[in-house]
């Protein structure tokens, strides 16, 4: 059985019992979130069944963001997926379902599960890549949007002279966690990807703050010298 064939029987199982009120995390994101796996994958010696399982039930179980126990949700996709692989797909080689388990259990941002297999570094890269760039900015906003979160504080939108507080304003998001992505990437691949695309926030960042200054065709220089990595250039 191909990985194309385990692909076609998730996708179809998931849109017909999997329940996808959050578009943030629906099966097209575990489709790209595939898709980005086997580019970080290439060359590489891993197993490309556990990459894919691991995409494609790495949300299985997603608490919302504001939820007391958000940091345990892939632990308890990790229990669920095992379950689906046990009883739904009783013909996936049960020899890879620890493997498995520790890709969906060890991706999460919150939960601080290190990956120990290639297969898991794979997947936690792929996914933590979802964050960033263009699909990354429309993703916080329309979590933020649906948890009634502002967009950002007019007053001070880069937090430069207070706490930062994601839970009240979007834009905070971008400080807290996504620009900090790169430097947890585990792949080589992964960081490169994430580096430019975490760049592309930082642009984001830059046009927005200009834009609040009344100047709306340029970009905020202090905001780029502030934000991009050593070495990018205007």
């Not at 905020?220 to 991009?228: I, N, P, R």
Request: charged residues 25%.
């Amino acid at each position: 059985m191909t990985v194309a064939y385990w692909q076609i029987r998730f996708e179809s199982w998931l849109h017909e019992t999997w329940p996808q009120d959050d578009k943030a995390h629906d099966v097209a994101h575990l489709r790209r979130v595939w898709q980005t796996a086997q580019r970080i994958m290439q060359g590489s010696s891993a197993d490309e069944l556990v990459v894919l399982a691991g995409c494609y039930f790495h949300d299985i179980v997603n608490l919302p963001k504001n939820h007391p126990e958000r940091h345990l949700s892939s632990a308890h996709a990790a229990v669920e997926t095992r379950r689906i692989l046990q009883d739904i797909f009783s013909d996936f080689p049960p020899e890879k379902h620890d493997a498995v388990f520790h890709a969906v259990h060890a991706h999460s941002f919150s939960a601080g599960i290190a990956a120990e297999t290639l297969e898991a570094k794979i997947v936690q890269d792929a996914d933590r890549l979802e964050s960033l760039g263009a699909i990354g900015l429309a993703r916080v906003f329309y979590v933020s949007g649906a948890l009634g979160r502002a967009l950002f504080d007019s007053a001070d939108p880069l937090g430069l002279e207070r706490a930062l507080d994601d839970t009240q304003w979007a834009l905070d998001h971008f400080q807290k966690k996504l620009l900090r992505l790169p430097a947890t990437m585990q792949t080589a691949e992964g960081k490169r990807l994430a580096e430019y695309n975490a760049q592309f926030l930082v642009t984001y960042m830059a046009k927005l703050c200009a834009e609040l200054k009344g100047d709306y065709c340029d970009l905020d220089q202090e905001v780029l010298m502030k934000f991009s990595p050593p070495g990018e250039k205007y």
